[in-house]
């Protein structure tokens, strides 16, 4: 066997999301696959009605298991809105659809070698702490990405995110500054749509996990109370 070649071009900063379905080992341990596939395939299709979007922004995506990551080729300020609106949009959908799913997106060193399934660096496991430590539904900006975000003039655009500021939210205490999507961008008439789908999935969960739905619902309201801004939304054309 040939020994791999590394090239250095591949490691380098770069925006990066990442986004995990709750339950789903769970789901795949209790269930049987009829019903365990439809919600999968359900997930990788709505992933891949974005694939046209993403790569006319030049983003990178891939999935393994309940696992699921977006991620650019450059650190630059347009990659970060692209990822952004690309993960946060992903995620969106999958609450309408009442599919429990979580995320984050962070700014560090990846290297990825897509077409080999590769993606090891600071990045990755940045991103993978921030979800999994997360003990609601959330897609939330991690403190490096903060970091990078508060030297530009970027971060007053993001109007849809708010600080997390309640230690619940959280299983171990947050290392740093955590921005939450507030979920009021799609509100209209004072109606949130992601409202209904969260308490019907409360409904459907076990008693153990409805304290999961109830952080994010009572985000929501908190976050209600704010004033709506709709920050920036890139262009995919």
Not at 85 to 114: D, H, K
Not at 138 to 156: N, Y
Not at 212 to 236: H, M
Request: aromatic share 16%; with cysteine.
């Amino acid at each position: 066997m040939l020994p791999y070649k590394f090239k250095p071009l591949r490691y380098r900063q770069r925006w990066f999301c990442y986004l995990d379905l709750l339950g789903f080992t769970q789901l795949v341990q209790n269930e049987s696959i009829a019903r365990v596939m439809p919600t999968y395939y359900e997930v990788i299709e709505t992933l891949k009605k974005h694939g046209a979007a993403f790569k006319a922004k030049k983003l990178l995506y891939s999935w393994f298991s309940d696992t699921f990551i977006i991620y650019s080729n450059s650190d630059t300020y347009d990659d970060f809105h692209s990822v952004e609106y690309a993960g946060r949009c992903f995620f969106e959908q999958l609450i309408a659809n009442q599919i429990p799913v979580r995320g984050a997106l962070t700014y560090g060193a990846l290297y990825s070698q897509l077409k080999n399934n590769v993606f090891v660096g600071p990045a990755l496991i940045d991103a993978y702490k921030h979800a999994e430590n997360q003990d609601w539904l959330g897609f939330v900006l991690t403190p490096a990405a903060k970091w990078k975000l508060h030297s530009s003039d970027e971060l007053h655009l993001l109007g849809n995110y708010s600080p997390i500021e309640d230690a619940s939210m959280f299983k171990d205490p947050a290392n740093g500054p955590v921005l939450g999507f507030s979920f009021k961008n799609a509100g209209s008439g004072g109606h949130n749509p992601y409202v209904a789908a969260l308490k019907s999935m409360r409904a459907a969960a076990a008693e153990e996990y409805r304290g999961k739905y109830d952080r994010t619902l009572s985000f929501i309201e908190t976050c209600s109370k704010l004033p709506i801004s709709f920050g920036r939304t890139p262009s995919v054309s």
